[in-house]
């Protein structure tokens, strides 16, 4: 079992910047994939980057150029730094982690964290 814990959501104004992170716990020995998902109030909860264990990357096409994920393999930490924030990235962002391979896919990921909320104002 593994515990995922995220932080640095809160409220920004449009163009501006946020730092989130996702510190492990538990069985950390693991080779964790870790990715971020987000859900907008009556959406479904996507995909919005993931990162390997060695580093290989995946982004959704719409936050390309303006997020960067990012890991701390001995801090057990992951994070998401987002740039040019704008009202559609409003939503609670999930940390995730994979036993398996990088995927973009909600149910390849067996242990999730409880959200942290970020409301991006116009």
């Known amino acids: 079992q593994v515990q995922l814990v995220e932080s640095g959501g809160g409220l920004v104004q449009a163009g501006g910047s946020l730092r989130l992170s996702c510190a492990a716990s538990?069985?950390?020995?693991?080779?964790?994939?870790m990715a971020w998902f987000r859900q907008a109030p009556g959406k479904e909860r996507d995909f919005v980057a993931a990162i390997s264990w060695t580093g290989s990357i995946y982004y959704t096409d719409s936050v390309k150029g303006r997020f960067t994920i990012s890991r701390d393999n001995a801090k057990n930490t992951v994070y998401l730094q987002m740039n040019s924030l704008n009202p559609e990235d409003t939503a609670v962002y999930y940390c995730a982690a994979s036993t398996g391979w990088l995927s973009r896919t909600r149910g390849a990921y067996e242990y999730w964290g409880q959200g942290t909320q970020v409301t991006v104002s116009s």
């Open positions: 538990g069985r950390t020995s693991n080779k964790y994939t």
